[in-house]
């Protein structure tokens, strides 16, 4: 049998990820001052921008995700999301958020794959401060050790090298769960900067409609988020995501559905463990809210 060169489970895994690369509109702002809260820039339904600031994060330490890939009908692969404990990192609180992806066992032979990737997230600014991934793909494989520094506006890696950092930056774990931050309705319109493999590139993220997603964990009315690629990506124009977050307190991600020119992927919420609530932050009485 030919060993394929197409990356369909990569596809997936790194979708269930948001491997999406990103510079927001507005990157040209000035580095938010930490003493204030986090805000995330939105674009409000009747076209008018704003900033939303979270009233409390709906995850804790210990949250797991556990998903189930498939290709078609055909389960393809699982992958896990979690978060650690809280500690310290360049004198910042963080919480370290993990990810694992795998393929199925009778994959394995043709395409194995085994990816992991870490990011610490700032607790007070909601910014990631490390991001790391090791890919196992095949043939192909990638190690990329990155410290966001905000402050001096670069990323440094593990080589030495710097390239440019976007005010806010995130990494393609963090947006995840930086979007989850945040109370969204629809017609919303969330501008994140991200920052992965020595560049950046802009993300937008809508907020398309509503939909009830039946799962084996049971019905969750959802909020659909279509994220847009500006630049390079897996997806580019040639393809599309959904992201099916749960409305409600834990804005789960309980579905991804992603459309490619090699075919139609789902990653659908399986298994769920509930994290433990996090310490106070000091931005969370500071929320206004996000209704208009």
């Known amino acids: ?19 999406l690369r990103a510079g927001a509109a507005g990157a040209q702002e000035a580095a938010a001052d930490s003493t204030l809260p986090p805000r995330g820039r939105v674009q409000y339904p009747d076209g008018s921008v704003g900033a939303l600031v979270p009233a409390a994060l709906p995850f804790g330490t210990g949250e797991v995700l556990d998903y189930e ?23 910042r609180p963080v919480l370290e958020l993990m990810s694992r992806a795998r393929s199925a066992q009778w994959i394995d ?4 794959v085994r990816d992991e990737i870490s990011s ?20 192909y494989k990638a190690d990329f050790d990155a410290e966001y520094l905000h402050a001096e506006g670069v990323a440094r890696y593990a080589d030495g090298t710097e390239s440019e950092l976007l005010p806010g930056s995130q990494d393609i774990l963090s947006a995840l769960f930086y979007v989850r ?12 900067p991200v920052h992965d493999g020595k560049k950046s590139y802009p993300l937008r993220v809508a907020v398309t409609g509503r939909e009830r997603v039946e799962t084996r964990l049971g019905s969750y009315d959802c909020l659909v988020l279509e994220p847009t690629l500006q630049s390079q990506g897996l997806f580019k124009s040639e393809g599309r995501m959904l992201i099916y977050l749960s409305d409600d307190a834990r804005r789960l991600p309980v579905k991804l559905k992603a459309r490619a020119p090699v075919g139609a992927f789902t990653s659908e919420l399986v298994a769920y463990r509930e994290g433990k609530p996090l310490p106070a932050l000091p931005w969370a009485s ?6 208009r």
């Open 1 to 19: 049998m030919t060993r394929p060169r197409v990356r369909p489970l990569r596809l997936a895994a790194l979708a269930l990820l948001l491997a």
């Open 181 to 192: 931050a945040f109370a969204l309705r629809e017609g919303m319109v969330l501008h994140i």
């Open 109 to 112: 032979t043709v395409y194995k």
């Open 120 to 139: 610490l997230f700032d607790l007070e600014s909601l910014h990631s401060l490390r991001f790391r991934k090791q890919l196992r793909e095949g043939d």
């Open 69 to 91: 890939i498939q290709y078609g009908v055909v389960s393809v692969g699982r992958a896990r999301l979690e978060t650690r404990e809280v500690q310290r990192h360049r004198e």
């Open 286 to 291: 500071q929320s206004t809210g996000s209704s």
